[in-house]
């Protein structure tokens, strides 16, 4: 390996120092950067697509330059209204922890959004949005519970035997009953009866007029 000696005499490496200040560097550069750019507005409770009950403690950091209020709300996921419901808004910054309490029992189960507003000194307002919060109240969590296999247990079928009906001998029918007379009913013998009279009525009619007759004429 080669080595350098400077003018009071002590050896240097150059890849040694080349290393170490790399190490400096790498330890002292986020300090600074994280000194002149402060952190954006975040909510680390609830988190996008968790499912929520009761009354839930919203976690997360207002800490931005020129910090003068913040605001936390809510609105139902896909509402094309723009219609935010205030949850909590303060005039604190909260450099971590809990930023408000919302009660999910007061609103109506379902999917929504969840918002947080930080507005600074300058008129700027920066934003953090947790997209999907369930809440659950009054309906079944959508987690599926594992359950165990079923056994399965082959039951043979029965064996099915044919019955044959047995040989049953045929009711007669019954005699059908005589229909009573029409007594508007005219038979044949009755209409020869009516027509011979008739006609022997005509023919004593016919004697008598000519009986008539004759006695005038003598």
């Known amino acids: 390996m080669r080595t350098w000696s400077d003018t009071r005499g002590h050896l240097v490496i150059p890849g040694l120092v080349a290393g170490l200040g790399l190490i400096v560097l790498a330890l002292v550069a986020p300090r600074l950067v994280s000194a002149q750019t402060p952190l954006p507005p975040y909510i680390t409770v609830p988190q996008h697509g968790e499912t929520v009950q009761g009354t839930v403690d919203i976690t997360g950091s207002t800490e931005v330059a020129g910090f003068t209020s913040y605001i936390v709300d809510f609105t139902y996921q896909g509402d094309q209204t ?50 999907s919060v369930r809440v659950r109240n009054y309906t079944p969590l959508d987690t599926a519970t594992p359950s165990e296999s079923p056994t399965l247990t082959s039951t043979p079928l029965p064996t099915a035997t044919a019955t044959l009906a047995p040989t049953g001998t045929a009711a007669p029918y019954p005699t059908p009953l005589p229909l009573p007379g029409n007594p508007a009913e005219v038979k044949p013998r009755q209409i020869t009866a009516y027509v011979s009279k008739g006609a022997l009525a005509a023919v004593v009619l016919f004697a008598i007029f000519g009986l008539f007759v004759r006695l005038r004429r003598s």
């Open 82 to 131: 723009r219609t935010w419901f205030v949850i909590q808004s303060s005039a604190q910054s909260v450099p971590g922890g809990v930023l408000g309490r919302w009660d999910t029992s007061q609103i109506t189960d379902g999917d929504y959004r969840l918002r947080l507003r930080v507005f600074t000194a300058g008129g700027e307002s920066k934003r953090f949005i947790v997209e």
